[in-house]
């Protein structure tokens, strides 16, 4: 089954760009993952879908702010003028036939 | 607006069996798959299965002999059963909506505390 890695930490100035990175495990470059968010003290939110040739279908409501894009092995989740709701954990998704895998989260901190 | 709203117990002894229930409204579970997952007090999040309406399922396989989950298409529910808990089952329990092979909509999540 495939395995996500996540940077535990990551951090960004309001008002700038941050780009947070997922890598798929040797054998699964190709698998579509998806991103969640999850502030503090909330259930998980689900920002996007995205490819593995960088296209990304956004959830309902997800400011223009967020991106998605790919590399290989890696998705990353690109976030805009930065604000301070954007403080966040991140994690990524995805599956195989009949499992779930997470990624251990990134910590979005913004300074 | 589909909605997923988790209940049960919060507190439950050790080696007894978790129960809880998701409510789903604004989307008929006789559609998608339904997941429950799991995030331990600080920690990450921790896929424990899902249930398709005609009751088919899939388990984590590190979690499968402790496992049920069940749907209840009238009552537009899902449930899970998590036997013989530990200290290392207290998490917040979230029940979710997957949909084309990602979860797209989740529950707020409720803590359940393993003690006696």
């Known amino acids: 089954q495939p395995v996500l890695t996540q940077s535990s930490s990551a951090s960004a100035s309001l008002g700038s760009s941050v780009k947070l990175t997922c890598t798929l495990s040797s054998g699964h470059s190709s698998y579509i993952i998806a991103w969640h968010q999850q502030q503090p003290g909330k259930a998980p939110r689900y920002l996007m879908k995205l490819e593995d040739r960088g296209s990304y279908n956004k959830g309902s409501g997800v400011p223009d702010r967020f991106s998605g894009s790919s590399s290989g092995a890696d998705r990353y989740l690109t976030i805009s003028n930065l604000q301070s709701e954007d403080e966040a954990d991140y994690y990524c998704e995805t599956w195989d036939s009949n499992t779930q895998v997470f990624g251990g989260g990134t910590k979005l901190t913004v300074l | ?116």
Do not use: M
């Not at chain 2, 080696?15 to 006789?30: F, K, R, Y």
């Open chain 2, 1 to 116: 607006q589909v909605q997923l709203q988790e209940s049960g117990p919060g507190l439950v002894k050790p080696s007894e069996t978790l129960s809880l229930t998701c409510t789903v409204s604004g989307d008929s579970i006789s559609s998608y798959y339904w997941s429950w997952i799991r995030q331990p007090p600080g920690k990450g999040l921790e896929w424990i299965g899902n249930i398709y309406h005609s009751g088919s399922t899939n388990y984590n396989p590190s979690l499968k002999s402790r496992i049920t989950i069940s749907v209840d298409t009238s009552k537009n529910q899902f449930s899970l059963k998590l036997s013989s808990v530990t200290a290392a089952d207290t998490a917040v329990y979230y029940c979710a909506r997957r949909t084309g092979g990602n979860h797209d909509y989740w529950g707020q999540g409720t803590l359940v505390t393993v003690s006696s």
